[in-house]
């Protein structure tokens, strides 16, 4: 069974295109994440989210809002998409222990490679 | 905020040998968690070993183990006896306030039969 699973796996549009990535935990986590791989591969975490609730936003252009419709389910929504969003994007998920650091690992979905023309 | 910094872009070892990943880190917190993760060229993200800051003991996960400098902000992997299945790509991150990871650069391992 898939513990992160992340839907498409590949996903090709045009330049002004909205599209959305789809992510899935079935580990019983309460938060989960996105991060994104640039043509580097420089991983940066964008968004976090424990409980359907945003607790990292990280400097993200408005363009790209995360939906969380339950706490096993993450989904990342992108407008207008631009060449520079061009990357692969990465869901994790982990779980926390209320008013503590997070202590255990994040585990990642598979990635979705995101390529804008 | 915190920094990683790992300054190896590329290495490479013969199978069986003994190889060492240097990282870095910086933050400013007290409680912190540093981990390795592996991404092989199926881009997967894989757990390697971790370590908590507060444990002065080095953590060792099989033929991975780590040597943590808490005051030098060092977190170097070893990995022992390597496979060729080592070959990838080797990420240091450190972990602090609710669940963000910081990555560093990366370094290409490659593993040569």
């Known amino acids: 069974d898939t513990a992160v699973s992340q839907t498409p796996k590949y996903l090709v549009t045009q330049m002004g295109n909205d599209k959305s990535i789809k992510c899935e935990q079935n580990?019983?986590?309460?938060?989960m994440y996105w991060y994104k791989q640039d043509s580097k591969k420089f991983l940066k975490i964008m968004f976090s989210?424990?409980?359907?609730?945003?607790?990292i936003n990280e400097t993200v252009p408005n363009r790209f809002s995360p939906k969380s419709p339950d706490k096993a389910h993450l989904n990342l929504h992108i407008n207008s998409l631009e060449l520079g969003d061009s990357a692969v994007y990465f869901c994790?998920?982990?779980?926390?222990?209320?008013?503590?650091?997070?202590?255990?690992?994040?585990?990642f979905g598979p990635g979705t490679r995101l390529t804008v023309l | 905020a915190q920094t990683v910094t790992q300054s190896q872009p590329e290495m490479s070892v013969q199978e069986a040998e003994t190889v060492t990943l240097s990282c870095t880190y910086d933050?400013?917190?007290?409680?912190?968690?540093l981990f390795w993760y592996k991404q092989p060229p199926s881009r997967q993200m894989i757990l390697v070993i971790r370590?908590?800051?507060?444990?002065?003991q080095n953590a060792t996960e099989n033929r991975f183990s780590v040597n943590f400098q808490k005051a030098a902000k060092s977190f170097s992997l070893k990995i022992s006896d390597s496979q060729l299945g080592d070959t990838a790509m080797y990420f240091c991150?450190?972990?602090?306030?609710?669940?963000?990871?910081?990555f560093g650069q990366g370094t290409i391992l490659t593993v040569h039969p």
């Open positions: 994790a998920s982990s779980q926390t222990t209320v008013g503590r650091p997070v202590v255990s690992e994040q585990f």
């Open positions: 580990l019983g986590h309460d938060t």
């Open positions: 989210y424990n409980n359907k609730e945003l607790i």
């Open positions: 933050t400013s917190e007290n409680n912190y968690y």
């Open positions: 370590q908590e800051a507060y444990k002065q």
């Open positions: 991150a450190v972990f602090t306030s609710y669940g963000k990871l910081t």
